[in-house]
């Protein structure tokens, strides 16, 4: 093949906006990269197909244009998979180019088409990052190596002195967007916080020396491994030339410049979202609360609708129990909804003995949204837990009821799973004696939402707050709370947290 049959005929190439587009490219990848193809040409076929590649993966793993009608951890992972290995297989044919004879002389590619070359195999390897931690996995082997390969590569052929500024950016946002531990953020989320950090990571510095008393909270590389950053230093050699330190105070300045600019538009972002990513790249992340490892089974609700309709249900057995005569009282408003609502589920449900937790996975207590899972480790304000089922596929931001002796409501906060493992999930722990409510703004009664209320909490120091669904409701500053058959005005006082999928609020009752 030469070039101008190559031009011609990837100018009669026609890509869907599908994953099969993606496939069709890294088959043609794969059997370019196994082909003996003379370097130019091999070269001006991957700087051509680099744009195609890019927006193709940025459309097909955009949210939400994944269909949310596919099976999560099949069709949708299948999309990320493939982009995810075309973008590897682009970075390897650069990477192949880079090792031959004919790439270290000075007379075959000139400086510019070299520059392209690190730069664009550093893009790829970059897009591929964002897409596997999208699916919360770990870089596949050789990607650290591969990125510090090229890195390498640029200093020793001249490059960063021809164009430092192209090569070192690149680098420095895949270490940045790695840095800012992106498990802890919504795939929408890390789309946002990727971008971002493509303006920002420019401010990152990589230093040889650090000051002794930053030297722990500074995390190295080591640019002849296949590692990632990492703050163990008791295995660093400060006379290595291959160590060098990531410096990203910089970059968290800006993005708190960012969190207070009223300019910044964009969607799913918010400030308290940018406020975390910027204490992240701080370096400063330790634990408020010492975590101790227990290993105890719990039933965990995800889902606000699957939770709102558990924390009914479990309302509806209190006030049976609770009544000695074993009846409802039929004059309080709403019971006859709620017996309506839940009569069908609730048949010949028993109530659930706390202290006897093999009740617990009954199949009569369990439906569709109720998992099983193990607590590995909890603090004051959190919990580490284990999450095996593949029925239900936990998100990032989304709410988590988790029930022991009482119901325990908490954010997930982080992700990890990798394919030795099961999913390993980080929750914060928001509230307890939770209840369903609904909630509606002065003015317009009849417009009703569900929520959440969880009482304020003097032991873990939270506050009272409700939690909604981030489904376009804003309350006013004063609103109408519908709990326990009546309504009482509160006012909201302050915006507590926000993710891509909820909110939650502050209250105070007002008399």
């Known amino acids: 093949m030469n070039d101008m049959d190559f031009l011609r005929w990837l100018k009669s190439l026609t890509l869907d906006d599908n994953a099969k587009g993606c496939e069709q490219l890294l088959h043609i990848l794969l059997t370019l990269n196994k082909t003996p193809v003379v370097g130019k040409t091999k070269l001006l076929i991957l700087n051509k197909l680099t744009p195609v590649l890019f927006q193709l993966t940025a459309r097909i793993t955009s949210q939400p244009s994944i269909n949310p009608n596919l099976q999560p951890f099949e069709d949708e992972n299948t999309v990320f998979e493939y982009s995810i290995w ?4 682009l970075a390897n044919g650069y990477k192949l180019i880079s090792l031959e004879d004919s790439f270290k002389k000075n007379t075959y590619y000139s400086q510019q088409q070299k520059l392209l070359l690190i730069s664009h195999g550093l893009q790829a390897l970059g897009r591929a990052l964002l897409y596997m931690s999208q699916l919360y996995s770990q870089p596949f082997a050789t990607f650290w190596s591969d ?7 640029a200093h020793h052929n001249g490059t960063m002195g021809h164009s430092s500024d192209t090569i070192a950016t690149a680098f420095k946002h895949i270490l940045v967007f790695y840095l800012s531990r992106p498990n802890q953020f919504s795939p929408q989320e890390m789309r946002v916080v990727y971008t971002l950090l493509g ?16 030297f722990k909270g500074i995390p190295y590389i080591h640019l002849r491994s296949d590692a990632p950053p990492s703050t163990l230093v008791d295995v660093i050699d400060k006379d290595d030339p291959y160590v060098l330190h990531v410096a990203t105070a910089e970059v968290a300045s800006q993005v708190l410049d960012a969190a207070y600019d009223k300019e910044l538009q964009h969607p799913y972002t918010d400030q308290l979202m940018l406020l975390r990513l910027a204490k992240t790249l701080t370096s400063n992340c330790e634990r408020k609360h010492t975590r101790t490892k227990v290993n105890d089974p719990c039933l965990a609700v995800t889902n606000f609708d699957h939770l709102i309709e558990y924390l009914q249900k479990q ?13 409802l009282d039929f004059k309080g408003t709403g019971a006859l909804h709620k017996i309506s609502a839940s009569l069908g589920s609730s048949f010949g449900r028993k109530s659930i003995n706390p202290d006897e ?12 949204a109720d998992t099983r899972v193990n607590l590995i480790d909890k603090s004051k304000n959190g919990f580490g837990l284990v999450w095996s089922s593949k029925r239900v596929k936990p998100k990032v931001g989304n709410i988590i009821g988790l029930q022991q002796k009482i119901l325990e409501i908490g954010f997930i906060r982080w992700l990890s799973q990798s394919e030795e493992t099961d999913i390993i999930l980080g929750v914060e722990l928001v509230g307890i004696n939770a209840q369903a409510i609904k909630i509606s703004n002065p003015g317009h009664p009849d417009t009703e939402i569900d929520a959440i209320y969880l009482p304020k909490e003097e032991a873990s120091q939270q506050a009272e707050s409700v939690l909604l669904l981030n489904n376009g ?25 926000s993710t891509a999928f909820l909110n939650r609020y502050q209250i105070v009752e007002a008399h």
């Open 357 to 368: 937790t093999s009740t617990i996975w009954s199949s009569a207590a369990q439906n569709a």
């Open 473 to 497: 409701f804003s309350p006013d500053e004063y609103i109408f709370i519908k709990k326990e058959h009546k309504s009482s005005r509160y006012r909201q006082m302050k915006q507590l947290h």
């Open 147 to 153: 990125c510090f390969h090229f890195y390498r590569l």
């Open 315 to 327: 309302e509806l057995d209190d006030d049976y129990s609770h009544n000695p005569k074993g009846y």
């Open 86 to 89: 075309a973008c590897a297989e």
């Open 199 to 214: 303006q920002y990571s420019a401010y990152a510095k990589l230093l040889k020396n650090v000051p002794e008393k930053k």
